[in-house]
Protein backbone atom coordinates (compact mmCIF):
# COMPACT_ATOMS: atom_id res chain seq x y z
CA UNK A 1 0.00 0.00 0.00
CA UNK A 2 1.02 3.56 -0.95
CA UNK A 3 -0.08 6.46 0.64
CA UNK A 4 -0.27 10.07 -1.18
CA UNK A 5 -0.35 14.05 0.26
CA UNK A 6 -0.61 16.47 -1.84
CA UNK A 7 -0.46 20.04 -1.14
CA UNK A 8 -0.12 23.23 -2.69
CA UNK A 9 -3.47 23.60 -4.33
CA UNK A 10 -5.03 27.20 -4.12
CA UNK A 11 -5.98 30.37 -5.91
CA UNK A 12 -4.18 32.12 -8.34
CA UNK A 13 -4.84 35.10 -10.80
CA UNK A 14 -4.57 34.45 -14.42
CA UNK A 15 -0.68 34.25 -15.67
CA UNK A 16 0.23 33.46 -12.08
CA UNK A 17 2.32 30.44 -10.73
CA UNK A 18 1.64 27.90 -8.65
CA UNK A 19 3.73 24.59 -7.17
CA UNK A 20 2.07 21.45 -6.72
CA UNK A 21 3.79 18.97 -3.75
CA UNK A 22 2.72 15.15 -3.25
CA UNK A 23 4.73 13.07 -0.62
CA UNK A 24 4.57 9.54 -1.51
CA UNK A 25 4.60 6.71 1.73
CA UNK A 26 4.55 3.29 2.29
CA UNK A 27 5.90 -0.08 -0.05
CA UNK A 28 7.04 1.81 -2.34
CA UNK A 29 8.94 -0.49 -5.27
CA UNK A 30 11.55 0.76 -7.85
CA UNK A 31 11.00 1.60 -10.68
CA UNK A 32 7.84 3.61 -10.42
CA UNK A 33 6.19 6.92 -11.68
CA UNK A 34 4.43 9.69 -9.96
CA UNK A 35 2.47 12.42 -11.85
CA UNK A 36 -0.42 14.65 -11.53
CA UNK A 37 -3.74 14.23 -13.17
CA UNK A 38 -6.85 16.20 -13.63
CA UNK A 39 -10.34 15.93 -14.47
CA UNK A 40 -11.53 19.02 -16.85
CA UNK A 41 -15.78 20.12 -16.83
CA UNK A 42 -17.39 18.14 -19.75
CA UNK A 43 -13.62 16.57 -21.02
CA UNK A 44 -11.93 12.78 -19.53
CA UNK A 45 -9.47 13.13 -17.38
CA UNK A 46 -6.01 14.22 -18.38
CA UNK A 47 -2.60 12.59 -17.15
CA UNK A 48 -1.31 16.17 -16.73
CA UNK A 49 2.35 15.35 -16.41
CA UNK A 50 4.21 12.10 -15.22
CA UNK A 51 7.98 11.83 -13.83
CA UNK A 52 9.67 7.85 -13.90
CA UNK A 53 12.04 6.60 -10.89
CA UNK A 54 14.18 6.43 -14.30
CA UNK A 55 14.33 9.64 -15.48
CA UNK A 56 12.07 10.11 -17.87
CA UNK A 57 8.96 12.79 -18.11
CA UNK A 58 5.99 13.00 -19.93
CA UNK A 59 3.70 15.71 -20.57
CA UNK A 60 0.15 16.62 -21.90
CA UNK A 61 0.29 18.78 -24.83
CA UNK A 62 -2.30 21.76 -23.52
CA UNK A 63 0.40 22.17 -20.60
CA UNK A 64 3.66 22.02 -22.49
CA UNK A 65 5.99 24.86 -21.94
CA UNK A 66 4.00 26.17 -19.09
CA UNK A 67 4.26 23.07 -16.29
CA UNK A 68 7.43 21.25 -15.32
CA UNK A 69 7.04 17.89 -13.11
CA UNK A 70 10.19 17.09 -10.86
CA UNK A 71 10.68 15.03 -8.12
CA UNK A 72 13.21 13.77 -5.09
CA UNK A 73 13.70 10.52 -4.62
CA UNK A 74 14.92 10.78 -1.51
CA UNK A 75 12.08 12.22 0.04
CA UNK A 76 9.51 10.00 -2.37
CA UNK A 77 8.65 13.28 -3.51
CA UNK A 78 7.00 14.99 -6.68
CA UNK A 79 6.46 18.18 -7.69
CA UNK A 80 4.21 20.21 -10.21
CA UNK A 81 5.59 23.61 -10.86
CA UNK A 82 2.65 25.18 -12.86
CA UNK A 83 3.43 28.98 -14.54
CA UNK A 84 1.46 30.81 -16.90
CA UNK A 85 -1.89 29.82 -15.68
CA UNK A 86 -5.09 29.87 -17.58
CA UNK A 87 -8.91 29.97 -16.34
CA UNK A 88 -9.01 26.64 -18.38
CA UNK A 89 -6.24 25.01 -16.04
CA UNK A 90 -9.44 25.68 -12.72
CA UNK A 91 -10.01 22.46 -11.51
CA UNK A 92 -8.62 19.22 -8.77
CA UNK A 93 -5.43 18.05 -9.61
CA UNK A 94 -4.74 14.05 -8.08
CA UNK A 95 -1.16 13.00 -7.42
CA UNK A 96 -1.07 9.76 -9.20
CA UNK A 97 1.46 7.20 -8.80
CA UNK A 98 2.49 3.43 -10.26
CA UNK A 99 3.94 1.38 -8.62
CA UNK A 100 6.46 -1.14 -10.27
CA UNK A 101 7.59 -1.57 -13.81
CA UNK A 102 5.06 -1.15 -16.74
CA UNK A 103 6.12 -0.78 -20.13
CA UNK A 104 4.09 2.40 -21.22
CA UNK A 105 2.96 4.18 -17.79
CA UNK A 106 0.93 6.89 -20.12
CA UNK A 107 -1.10 3.95 -21.24
CA UNK A 108 -1.98 2.58 -17.39
CA UNK A 109 -4.02 3.30 -14.92
CA UNK A 110 -2.27 4.67 -11.69
CA UNK A 111 -2.25 2.06 -8.71
CA UNK A 112 -3.07 4.58 -6.34
CA UNK A 113 -4.18 8.31 -6.22
CA UNK A 114 -4.23 11.37 -3.99
CA UNK A 115 -6.81 13.31 -2.51
CA UNK A 116 -6.59 15.71 -4.44
CA UNK A 117 -6.00 19.68 -4.36
CA UNK A 118 -8.23 22.08 -5.80
CA UNK A 119 -6.34 24.66 -8.35
CA UNK A 120 -8.44 28.21 -9.14
CA UNK A 121 -7.52 30.27 -11.75
CA UNK A 122 -9.13 33.50 -11.88
CA UNK A 123 -9.61 37.49 -11.80
Known amino acids: QVHLVESGGGWVQPGGSLRLSCAAS????????MGWTRQLPGKQRELVAL???????NYADSVKGRFTISRDDAKNTVYLQMNSLKPEDTTVYYC?????????????????WGQGTQVTVSS
Open 96 to 112: TFWNGYYPNYVLTQPNY
Open 26 to 33: GNIFIPNA
Open 51 to 57: STSRGST
